[in-house]
């Protein structure tokens, strides 16, 4: 029993080894060679895209990067658009204001708030969401339709009815749920990928300035190659028809079924006789000139051949500095190309660029994932009175 | 019998980019590990897209034919079989590198990959369900050998599992039996279902920062709740 098990398990780990080593280096890569780079390289950019509307959509509404994407599967469970729900939290910030603000309207809306078990001094420190999803749905699980119908539309405006059933979720739960499930992405990796995704822009830029120059006039080579193509195969329409040999063509394809007449017979062979020496003069020519033209296309093509792998080679390492050595005494030259120097070469220059901003972007990425933790966790505003407070007290 | 052992043996059905994923099992984890998925890793590890793709192509076939099909012979096969898959995951996925249409493209056809692997660690963890277990005095000798080895070698030594079974039987049902014999034989003592209530409530309490109150004392009391 015991040699049999050594035995199998042995060759479990060896069994397949052969395999492996003709499957190639890494059977990981093949996998997702196989699927297609282009999906896989969709999937990281979709999750970016994820992120960045989340993280765009979260400042501007005030609401957590969590708490949105409970909001947006509420939504999405009510066959309701995010578009309307983001819009209602639009109105309902404006409905506050007008209620902090006084006046008759002020005041209407403000006992339309309180209907909703929505104090003032709520409305002061509380963000939207947090209304939306704490007292407002409470008070819309407590009351009938035909009762909250026109205080929601006073407060949401007309697209309230689509938010009825949105504000009956049990946002708990489904947060539960949905953390159970792991669909929740947390505030950190969101702003990182974010981040992330600003500087593949920012590389796709880098890589655009630099190859496209080389690839532009690749693209004029290319059109003077496809026009060369076009006027040659113009010139050879208009050789074959106006040669003796595309004379001889057209008075055949002309005469029909018409007997010949003498004159006629005469004048073809006179033009069949000059086709040969006339036609080889021509052949030459045109040979001369396509080769030469040919010549001129291969030599255009090696230049930014040169030019692309040059543009390559510096892309590799882009923060390379470059000490060029002084070649003249001229203070004022010196001093023009001591600053120009400072910064390198253009690419030099937009490496620099590159790692300065990688790390301004870090900076910004990481005071965002503060401001948005801010507003998940600690969504107080402050007394009324006190420094930074959004809204005058009443 | 604790109703978790029932869900250990046949555990939720998992559908992962359209495939359907066999019941993680001890030979699908060997082949996870033998070929460095990182979510099986146990030193720290980033996984990727190409993670996800290897752990669903593996946990979604029989372990002797994923072996066969990664086989030089039949290599091209598998190669095809997974590029058809990803067509229907992703069609003409070029498109989302074109500018403009790329992001359109990538909002309706694309899957995301944040997502998804978070669907697939919860496919592994639900997959390899320990039992929670009291360690009995002199239970607590540590192996060189790896869990896995170890856990088959009672298996298919003491328990007299086959290795078919050992392939492709869900492993929380391999840890269940395993555990069981270990019970059987002194070395742990299974907890009852109120005792793993306490304990998971302790544990929420540890993870919200609270102190152990009077209400949440262990239920039979001693040192080994601790």
């Given at each position: 029993m015991g040699l049999k098990l050594i035995g199998e398990v042995g060759l479990d780990g060896s069994g397949f080894e052969s395999g492996l080593k003709r499957l190639g280096s890494s059977v990981k890569s093949f996998v997702a060679t196989a699927f297609g780079l282009y999906g896989v390289q969709a999937a990281v950019r979709k999750t970016m895209d994820l992120a960045e509307e989340l993280v765009t959509t979260s400042q501007r509404l005030g609401v957590g990067v969590e708490q949105l994407q409970v909001l947006r599967q509420a939504a999405k469970e009510s066959s309701t658009d995010l578009g309307v729900l983001t819009s209602a939290f639009e109105k309902l910030d404006i409905a506050r204001e007008k209620a902090l603000g006084g006046g008759k309207e002020g005041a209407k809306l403000l006992g339309r708030f309180a209907q909703l078990g929505i104090s003032a001094a709520d409305l002061r420190s509380q963000t939207s969401a947090d209304l939306f999803m704490g007292p407002m749905r409470n008070r819309a699980n407590a009351m009938s339709q035909e009762e909250l119908g026109p205080i929601l539309r006073d407060i949401l405006?007309?697209?309230?009815g689509q938010l009825l059933p949105v504000l009956q979720t049990d946002f708990e739960e489904l947060e539960a749920r949905m953390r159970k499930l792991g669909t929740i992405m947390d505030t950190d990796t969101a702003v990182k990928l974010d981040i992330l995704g600003d500087q593949f822009s920012l590389l796709a830029s880098i890589i655009a300035v630099n190859l496209g120059p080389a690839l532009l006039r690749l693209a004029e080579l290319l059109y003077k190659m496809v026009s060369g193509v076009s006027s040659t195969w113009a010139a050879a329409k208009a050789y074959v028809k106006k040669s003796p040999e595309g004379q001889i063509h057209d008075m055949v394809v002309a005469h029909g079924d018409r007997p010949w007449s003498k004159e006629e017979i005469a004048e073809f062979d006179r033009k069949r006789m000059n086709t040969g020496a006339m036609e080889g003069e021509a052949v030459a020519a045109a040979k001369d000139a396509g080769l030469a033209k040919f010549n001129e296309w291969m030599t255009g093509l090696e230049k930014i051949k040169e030019q692309l792998a040059a543009a390559a080679e510096r892309l590799k390492n882009p923060v390379k500095p470059t000490f060029d050595p002084e070649t003249t005494d001229d203070t004022k030259a010196k001093k023009v190309k001591l600053t120009q120097d400072r910064g390198g070469d253009a690419l030099t220059r937009v490496g620099n660029f590159l790692g300065s901003s990688r790390n301004v972007l870090e900076e910004i990425g990481n005071r965002q994932v503060g401001f948005l933790k801010e507003i998940a966790y600690n969504t107080r505003r402050g007394p009324?009175?006190?420094?930074?407070?959004?809204f005058p007290p009443v | 019998m604790s109703p978790s052992y029932f869900s250990a043996a046949i555990p939720e059905p998992f559908r992962i980019l359209g495939l359907s994923l066999k019941p993680l099992s001890l030979g699908r984890y060997r082949l996870l590990r033998r070929f460095e998925c990182?979510?099986?890793?146990?030193e720290e590890a980033a996984a990727g897209v190409s993670d996800l793709l290897l752990g669903g192509v593996i946990c979604s076939m029989r372990v002797d034919e994923f072996l066969e099909k990664a086989g030089a012979a039949s290599q091209g096969r598998l190669q095809r079989e997974i590029r058809r898959w990803g067509r229907r995951v992703?069609?003409?996925?070029?498109?989302?590198?074109?500018?403009?249409?790329g992001k359109w493209w990538r909002k309706h056809h694309a899957f995301d990959a944040l997502e998804k692997m978070a669907l697939f660690r919860r496919y592994l963890d639900e997959g390899s369900v320990v039992p929670k277990y009291w360690e009995e005095e002199g239970g607590g000798r540590s192996s060189g050998a790896h869990w896995a080895q170890s856990v088959e070698v009672v298996l298919r030594g003491?328990?007299?599992?086959?290795a078919e079974e050992i392939n492709e039987a869900p492993l929380s049902k391999a840890l269940a039996d395993y555990f069981r014999w270990a019970e059987n034989k002194g070395l742990v003592r299974l907890m009852t279902a109120e005792e793993v209530a306490y304990v998971e409530e302790r544990e929420r309490d540890a993870r919200n920062g609270e102190q152990p109150t009077a209400s949440n004392q262990h239920p039979i009391g001693g040192d080994n709740g601790a």
């Open positions: 405006g007309r697209s309230f009324a009175s006190g420094e930074g407070t959004m | 990182a979510f099986v890793a146990e992703c069609p003409w996925a070029w498109i989302s590198a074109v500018p403009l249409v003491e328990l007299g599992w086959t």
